[in-house]
């Protein structure tokens, strides 16, 4: 049986994510301190993608969230209830090792977020995935692939789960 070059797991205290190091000094801090907390607190569900070494080439966490109906945009606003919150998915962060950019490991890993936060939807509720981005580097990242901006919150991003529902349903 072929080995995938590469897979994603759920953050264990085994993966060695010592060497991980994206160039954004918040998020390599967060992997190799803060990310097991967060998942024994259930507060975040840190994912990391291994290539067949083992090594940690990328991450992402995945939490619930909500979102205000007037942040989103009009056209997305007018198809959903007007409710004050809504639910949705927060990919609070996602990163790449250095060594590993610019071959196509983020839009994976985004992808693999995406399609989780969808099947999720099967049994907790979301509107859609929000994301922070770190800089004005990582909102093009994300508006690349089809996020819009959240009225207000220039940072934040927003990808509807109809849009998802779309790109992952097998029919
Ligand atoms: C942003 C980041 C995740 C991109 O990862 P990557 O593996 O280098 O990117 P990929 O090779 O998967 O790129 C996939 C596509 O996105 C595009 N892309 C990558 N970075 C981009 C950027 N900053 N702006 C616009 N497009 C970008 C690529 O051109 C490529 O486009 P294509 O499919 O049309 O050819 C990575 O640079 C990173 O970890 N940065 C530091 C942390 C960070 O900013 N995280 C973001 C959220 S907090």
Redesign the pocket.
């Known amino acids: 049986m072929s080995v995938p070059a590469y897979r994603v797991e759920p953050l264990r205290v085994s993966h060695d994510r010592a060497a991980f190091s ?3 000094a918040e ?1 390599d801090y967060y992997l190799h301190h803060q990310a097991g907390q967060d998942a024994r607190r259930k507060v975040a569900a840190p994912f990391v993608m291994l290539d067949k070494d083992d090594v940690v080439v ?1 991450y992402y966490t995945l939490s619930s969230y909500s979102v205000r109906g007037r942040e989103l945009p009009d056209a997305i606003a007018r198809r959903l209830p007007r409710y004050p919150l809504l639910p949705a998915t927060l990919l609070g ?4 090792n250095q060594e ?11 992808m693999d977020a995406l399609h989780r936060s969808w099947k999720n939807t099967a049994e907790v509720a979301s509107v859609g995935v929000v ?5 004005g ?2 909102r ?6 089809q996020f819009m901006p959240l009225a207000d919150h220039p940072n934040k991003l927003f990808i509807t789960m109809a849009t998802l529902e779309k790109a992952f349903k097998v029919r």
């Open positions: 994206c160039g954004v998020l990328g962060r996602l990163a790449v590993h950019r610019g071959r196509k490991i983020g839009q994976l890993l985004l994301v922070e981005a770190f800089d580097a990582a093009a990242f994300y508006q690349h692939h």
